[in-house]
């Protein structure tokens, strides 16, 4: 399996969208494993121990890619995420324009 299958297959398992900060990656481990903690599940605990084990797998996964991630530091694309809602809203659509 390739890194891009891994980390596809990770981001699912976890249930990440398309997007997702490093605070709602680590939140849905949190939860997934309360939820998977074999000490919730004494009925089926070998069900339980291998859910968690693909959670913690997956999240080490997504983890080493955040780490990894190589960020832009270009004027350019710190323009693009730093702009205020207006001058978001300007770049996309322009600026208003009296039509009277």
Not at 8 to 13: E, H, P, Q, Y
Not at 43 to 67: G, H, P, R, W
Request: with cysteine.
């Amino acid at each position: 399996m390739s890194s891009f299958e891994k980390l596809i297959k990770a981001k699912t398992l976890l249930g990440l969208g398309e997007k997702a900060s490093l605070t709602e990656i680590k939140n849905r481990y949190r939860t997934l494993m309360k939820k998977w903690h074999p000490d919730k599940h004494k009925d089926d605990i070998d069900a339980a121990t291998k859910m968690s084990s693909q959670i913690n797998e997956a999240y080490e996964i997504v983890l080493t890619y955040c780490n990894t991630y190589d960020y832009p530091f270009d004027e350019e694309s710190l323009k693009k995420t730093s702009l205020s809602p207006q001058e978001w809203w300007e770049e996309k659509f322009g600026t208003k324009r009296n039509t009277i």
